[in-house]
């Protein structure tokens, strides 16, 4: 357990609304980082946080926005949810950037777009 | 740029019998390269790693993976298959930076 939490754990929404996603951590990491998991592609990385709000893109970034105004919290928004978007949600971890740092990755959350 | 590449999408075998789990990776830099496991509506879980300490890594529950620069790969094995072992493997690489590139992950299916 690395001190992750992530909530809601599930959530159903409807096309067009506007959803955040929460990921709290208890263990003081610089580096937080979210994924979107979907069959086929492993996880891919939507966006990352090196500070309090630094933040940068990652690979599959459209459609997503990020906030970290404080260390333990980094907050994953969708503005205007489609139905692409639905998938599993993975925030994770780490000390540092560099190296064989490992990411330490939370529970997930469910997401569903009707 | 860094690419992994699983080359199995699902892999079964019978409970007692060697697990091969196999991955290629491509990388400009020297990588650093990790195995997790994903149980059914988990999260992911770190079995090893690779920091090019030791091409032969030890991980937890019985998991080796040996680093091949060569061949460049990064094969996970397993002596002795156990139910509890049935999960979702991913291959990630990383290079200097932050970035994980995860490969497309191996189903592991483990037979009484």
């Known amino acids: 357990d690395a001190g992750i939490t992530q909530s809601p754990r599930h959530k159903v929404t409807e096309t067009g609304t506007p959803v955040t996603l929460r990921c709290h951590q208890t263990e003081n990491h610089r580096y937080m980082y979210w994924y979107r998991q979907d069959p086929g592609h492993g996880l891919r990385l939507i966006h990352y946080s090196y500070g309090v709000k630094d933040t940068d893109k990652g690979e599959v970034s459209d459609g997503y926005s990020v906030s970290r105004s404080k260390t333990e919290d980094f907050l994953l928004t969708l503005e205007s949810a489609t139905s692409s978007q639905t998938s599993v949600y993975f925030c994770?971890?780490?000390?540092?950037?560099?190296?064989?740092?490992?990411?330490?990755f939370g529970p997930g959350t469910r997401l569903t777009v009707t | 740029a860094q690419s992994v590449t699983q080359l199995d999408s699902h892999v079964s075998v019978s409970e007692g019998t060697p697990v091969l789990l196999r991955c290629n990776y491509s990388?400009?830099?020297?990588?650093?390269l990790f195995w997790y496991v994903q149980h059914p509506n988990k999260g992911l879980q770190l079995l090893l790693k690779y920091t090019s300490a030791a091409t032969l890594v030890k991980g937890i529950n019985g998991f080796e993976a040996e680093f091949k620069k060569s061949e460049t790969s990064f094969h996970l094995t397993k002596p002795s298959a156990h139910m509890s072992d049935a999960a979702e493997y991913f291959c990630?690489?990383?290079?200097?930076?932050?970035?994980?590139?995860f490969g497309g992950g191996t189903r592991l299916m483990v037979k009484p």
């Open positions: 990630v690489v990383k290079d200097a930076g932050n970035m994980l590139t």
């Open positions: 994770a971890i780490s000390l540092t950037s560099g190296g064989a740092y490992e990411q330490y």
């Open positions: 990388s400009s830099y020297s990588p650093s």
